[in-house]
């Protein structure tokens, strides 16, 4: 072969490697992923940050972020969902996996990326209990919460209380609570001692620590009609009725707990950083919640949502996505940005977490926690509240307010699981 063959051939194979090169780059598209979740400003700017570091680590992927109002989600996801032109991944609440999975609208999450034995490894047991169908997990836990009690050591000074003990059973919530409340000359109440606000997790928590299951396993379906379901309602409204230590005439029980009128504010972790945001001069403490008696549980109702993955998305690349947002480094960060407690149980007892005196009672709060058996959301707030109201403002026991309740509740569960098929 002659000197000037051999230059022609080897420019004729580097330009054929140069092509193929080419050709494969153009072949080589990035895998797209689809994720929407509810809004929050907080949120959405967090997400959009894990998005960015995502893709810069795995630049074969790219994330397209959908961020929708609460009130619209739902209404957004599920005909897209049935139309089959829905998200990859996206927010559900934690009760409804199950609804979504028996579906088919769902996918378990890659063992390529977490097998079942790898996710119960690592999270808590009551984090993930709703996220598991048959032998395979469909989400990650997000948007987790607890109840645990926040408290004012001024006012609990001022009433002679010692801030470092807070108070441990029901009779000595009501104890304090009944030295920090103050009425003016014309008794007007003008600090409370303590605000459940009828808010629905706190009476669940009440009502869990205090033996009650709140779920048949025979019929599969709420049971709020039980004795002692029935004495943590009467708990809950006897401090509004009968001990008269939380007045809702005071409106606000946040605006109170801000102002210093309110001792003790039953309360999800994430309140930390509403009240530091909008009251920074603000000190308070936080304990768990009072059992109902000595040594008794400090059971807490534990409220989360999950990212999971649709049928239709590339499975392992969505699941490594999702995995991404709920790893160990992601959790330390909602901590600080959002308030969501981790769920990894390597987290719980870190140092920097545990040795907090404001951290360290939630992350306990998170092992004690008990998760929502219900899979309609109305059950969270709206109709145990309602209950709630119908013994303080319309007279009836709470035995009465329970029977509905159950009621209620029965068919709320029954037209959630309709509405969550697609």
């Not at 079942?116 to 836990?141: C, H, M, T, W």
């Not at 943590?232 to 801000?258: C, P």
Request: aromatic share 8%; net charge positive; with cysteine.
């Amino acid at each position: 072969m002659t000197r000037k063959m051999r230059r022609v051939l080897a420019f004729s194979i580097a330009a054929l490697l140069v092509l193929g090169i080419a050709s494969g780059a153009v072949l080589a598209k990035k895998t797209t992923i689809v994720h929407w979740q509810h809004h929050s400003p907080a949120r959405k700017e967090m997400v959009e940050a894990f998005a960015a570091e995502f893709m810069e680590k795995n630049p074969d992927i790219e994330i397209q972020i959908e961020s929708i109002p609460e009130a619209d989600y739902f209404q957004k996801l599920l005909p897209a969902l049935a139309a089959g032109s829905g998200p990859d991944t996206f927010q559900i609440p934690a009760g409804q996996v199950s609804s979504y999975a028996a579906t088919g609208v769902l996918q378990p999450i890659s063992p390529k990326v977490a097998t079942a034995a790898q996710i119960e490894a690592d999270f808590v047991p009551s984090a993930i209990k709703r996220l598991k169908v048959g032998d395979n997990y469909y989400g990650f836990p997000i948007d987790t919460q607890t109840i645990v009690l926040f408290y004012n050591p001024q006012l609990f000074k001022e009433a002679g209380l010692d801030p470092a003990k807070p108070p441990q059973t029901w009779a000595e919530l009501i104890e304090y609570a009944k030295a920090m409340t103050r009425r003016d000359a014309n008794g007007v109440t003008t600090c409370m001692g303590v605000a459940t606000g009828g808010y629905g997790p706190v009476l669940a928590s009440l009502m869990l620590q205090n033996g009650a299951s709140l779920w048949n396993n025979q019929t599969d379906l709420p049971d709020f009609n039980s004795p002692a379901a029935i004495e943590a309602l009467k708990f809950a409204t006897d401090l509004v009725t009968t001990y008269k230590v939380e007045d809702r005439q005071m409106g606000s029980r946040w605006n109170a707990f801000r102002q210093s009128k309110l001792g003790m504010v039953f309360a999800h972790p994430a309140m930390i950083g509403s009240f530091r945001s909008t009251v920074p001069d603000l000190v308070f403490n936080i304990a768990q919640i009072p059992a109902p008696k000595p040594g008794g549980p400090r059971t807490t109702l534990l409220t989360s949502w999950a990212y999971v993955v649709s049928k239709k998305a590339p499975s392992e690349a969505a699941s490594k996505w999702v995995a991404y947002l709920t790893s160990a480094d992601a959790q330390k960060r909602w901590i600080t940005k959002t308030g969501d407690l981790p769920t990894r149980k390597a987290l719980l007892d870190l140092p920097e977490y545990k040795n907090d005196p404001l951290l360290g009672p939630c992350m306990e709060s998170m092992k004690n926690s008990v998760p929502v058996p219900w899979t309609t959301r109305r059950l969270d707030d709206e109709l145990p509240r309602q209950a709630y109201e119908r013994v303080i403002l319309k007279n009836e026991t709470p035995a009465q307010a329970m029977k509905w309740l159950s009621e209620e509740a029965v068919k709320a569960e029954k037209e959630q699981r309709a509405l969550a098929q697609p």
